[in-house]
């Protein structure tokens, strides 16, 4: 596993943009497939949960939000911890949380007892493997990160497309109870996935310039800094406004289905067509935003990717047969992929690679409160008032009102500033520059070939210049 030291993901190494990246995307591939797809699999043992136990349907889903909250809510919790002891550390014991919490699980006497097991420990298991994941893919790729994030993203829809069926078949097989024991064995794969984690090395320095570097290591746990960036705070107002609405309709439509008049499995079939089209959605998404002149302006095709899920939402209130109901999950498929592929991509984007460990658990942090209000809320308004429509027109118009936050947002507040200094060694150097014009033509002729010299070896040392992050946006 290596020394325990800070993950401070120094800029003077060069994203590979392959090689071992490759191994650690196909491991963030399976992370944020099991983060994503182990709270809704959970849910094909709900009835045997309530037949053992005597509770009700409103009980027993309180495991998957509880699951959802550790996940979003413990951000930066996972940000400190991956800032004092690294991502690979972390993920190994995120991995064994993960599995110890279904395996004690499995042995309950009651439901309380699985909200403490499966629901808390399990979910902190999968966020302290989900966080560091997005870490590293950020650290290993750069040119090509909007297609590595397209890729990784993909893991939900696959999973879910998986997990679901085998749950079904291990609980008719095993019963609730040894089905949990097998998902928790299997979860001990986050553990193989945290061991792909390889730390990258930084450039080897002289002698005379360890002091500095060490001194650099020293860093804070939990950077607050990032809510001086404009963007990051457009950015997470933004993406909590979103979350009200985003996980609203996959939650209601096959209940929607039913109240039509349409039997279960065919109701059912919806979320399969639905997660059929994000698999393909989101890599492919990947591959568009890192084309040359897309990837620049990645933020505004974010905010085009929330109002097109919003819009659909808005269509899908006026379904009124299974046919409607289909065309509503091709389309919201496309745009859930759109969204799910460039959420984090446009995160990394603004706030760069040194500040992204604590930005993300801030932004998950934010997501939570949300997370934990949009659906209950959306389905308080259902009991009052018996329609879907309602229900799907107020997830639009969350959605939609994110994605223009985020656009104007960015438009008004983040262009107006981009001409302006960011950072101080941005204005130190800009002095500098300003002195060295009252300089004599001698002088400035030895600075030019010292420049000239500085350009040719510095690539050989460390790699490709590093974007300055506070200008990412």
């Given at each position: 596993?290596?020394?325990?030291?800070?993950?401070?993901?120094?800029?003077?190494?060069?994203?590979?943009?392959?090689?071992?990246?490759?191994?650690?995307?196909?491991?963030?591939?399976?992370?944020?497939?099991?983060?994503?797809?182990?709270?809704?699999?959970?849910?094909?043992f709900f009835k045997e949960l309530i037949r053992e136990f005597g509770v009700g349907y409103s009980d027993t889903a309180w495991i998957s939000s509880i699951l959802l909250a550790m996940l979003y809510g413990t951000g930066p919790l996972c940000s400190v911890c991956v800032n004092r002891f690294g991502c690979r550390p972390v993920m190994l014991v995120g991995g064994l949380f993960?599995?110890?919490?279904?395996?004690?699980?499995?042995?309950?006497?009651?439901?309380?007892?699985?909200?403490?097991?499966?629901?808390?420990?399990?979910?902190?298991?999968?966020?302290?493997?989900?966080?560091?994941?997005?870490?590293?893919?950020?650290?290993?790729?750069?040119?090509?990160?909007?297609?590595?994030?397209?890729?990784?993203?993909?893991?939900?829809?696959?999973?879910?497309?998986?997990?679901?069926?085998?749950?079904?078949?291990?609980?008719?097989?095993?019963?609730?109870?040894?089905?949990?024991?097998?998902?928790?064995?299997?979860?001990?794969?986050?553990?193989?996935?945290?061991?792909?984690?390889?730390?990258?090395?930084?450039?080897?320095?002289?002698?005379?310039?360890?002091?500095?570097?060490?001194?650099?290591?020293?860093?804070?746990?939990?950077?607050?800094?990032?809510?001086?960036?404009?963007?990051?705070?457009?950015?997470?107002?933004?993406?909590?406004i979103m979350v009200l609405g985003l996980f609203v309709p996959p939650v209601f439509v096959v209940s929607y289905a039913k109240d039509l008049g349409y039997q279960d499995t065919k109701a059912a079939f919806l979320l399969t067509i639905l997660g059929f089209i994000d698999i393909f959605a989101r890599p492919i998404c990947g591959m568009v935003a890192g084309l040359k002149w897309?990837?620049?302006?990645?933020?505004?095709?974010?905010?085009?990717?929330?109002?097109?899920?919003?819009?659909?939402?808005?269509?899908?209130?006026?379904?009124?047969?299974?046919?409607?109901?289909?065309?509503?999950?091709?389309?919201?498929?496309?745009?859930?992929?759109?969204?799910?592929?460039?959420?984090?991509?446009?995160?990394?984007?603004?706030?760069?690679?040194?500040?992204?460990?604590?930005?993300?658990?801030?932004?998950?942090?934010?997501?939570?409160?949300?997370?934990?209000?949009?659906?209950?809320?959306?389905?308080?308004?259902?009991?009052?008032?018996?329609?879907?429509?309602?229900?799907?027109?107020?997830?639009?118009?969350?959605?939609?009102?994110?994605?223009?936050?985020?656009?104007?947002?960015?438009?008004?507040?983040?262009?107006?500033?981009?001409?302006?200094?960011?950072?101080?060694?941005?204005?130190?150097?800009?002095?500098?520059?300003?002195?060295?014009?009252?300089?004599?033509?001698?002088?400035?002729?030895?600075?030019?070939?010292?420049?000239?010299?500085?350009?040719?070896?510095?690539?050989?040392?460390?790699?490709?210049?590093?974007?300055?992050?506070?200008?990412?946006?």
């Amino acid at each position: 596993m290596g020394a325990v030291v800070a993950d401070d993901g120094p800029s003077g190494v060069k994203a590979p943009d392959g090689g071992w990246g490759w191994a650690v995307l196909f491991g963030c591939f399976i992370i944020t497939g099991f983060s994503y797809a182990f709270p809704k699999a959970v849910s094909v043992f709900f009835k045997e949960l309530i037949r053992e136990f005597g509770v009700g349907y409103s009980d027993t889903a309180w495991i998957s939000s509880i699951l959802l909250a550790m996940l979003y809510g413990t951000g930066p919790l996972c940000s400190v911890c991956v800032n004092r002891f690294g991502c690979r550390p972390v993920m190994l014991v995120g991995g064994l949380f993960a599995s110890v919490g279904m395996v004690i699980a499995s042995f309950c006497t009651s439901i309380v007892q699985i909200y403490l097991t499966a629901g808390v420990i399990t979910g902190l298991g999968l966020a302290l493997n989900f966080q560091p994941s997005l870490i590293m893919l950020n650290r290993y790729f750069d040119k090509r990160r909007p297609l590595a994030n397209g890729l990784s993203a993909a893991g939900s829809p696959v999973f879910l497309c998986a997990l679901s069926p085998l749950g079904q078949i291990l609980q008719h097989e095993y019963g609730w109870r040894g089905g949990f024991l097998i998902l928790g064995g299997m979860l001990l794969n986050c553990c193989v996935c945290g061991a792909l984690m390889r730390p990258l090395e930084p450039p080897k320095k002289s002698e005379a310039t360890k002091e500095p570097a060490e001194k650099k290591v020293k860093k804070k746990l939990l950077d607050f800094s990032v809510f001086k960036d404009g963007g990051f705070v457009i950015y997470t107002l933004a993406a909590s406004i979103m979350v009200l609405g985003l996980f609203v309709p996959p939650v209601f439509v096959v209940s929607y289905a039913k109240d039509l008049g349409y039997q279960d499995t065919k109701a059912a079939f919806l979320l399969t067509i639905l997660g059929f089209i994000d698999i393909f959605a989101r890599p492919i998404c990947g591959m568009v935003a890192g084309l040359k002149w897309v990837r620049p302006r990645c933020v505004y095709l974010f905010s085009f990717a929330m109002i097109f899920n919003g819009f659909t939402d808005l269509m899908g209130s006026m379904s009124v047969d299974y046919g409607g109901l289909v065309v509503f999950c091709i389309f919201f498929g496309i745009s859930y992929g759109m969204v799910g592929a460039l959420q984090f991509e446009v995160l990394m984007a603004i706030v760069g690679t040194q500040k992204f460990s604590s930005a993300i658990g801030l932004v998950l942090l934010a997501e939570a409160m949300a997370v934990l209000i949009g659906p209950p809320s959306a389905g308080k308004l259902l009991d009052a008032t018996g329609r879907y429509m309602f229900v799907f027109i107020i997830a639009g118009i969350e959605v939609t009102t994110s994605a223009l936050v985020l656009a104007l947002g960015n438009f008004f507040c983040i262009k107006k500033n981009s001409e302006e200094p960011h950072t101080k060694e941005e204005a130190a150097e800009r002095e500098e520059l300003n002195k060295s014009e009252d300089k004599t033509p001698e002088d400035a002729k030895v600075d030019s070939i010292e420049v000239e010299q500085f350009l040719k070896d510095e690539p050989e040392k460390n790699g490709e210049v590093v974007t300055n992050p506070e200008t990412c946006v």
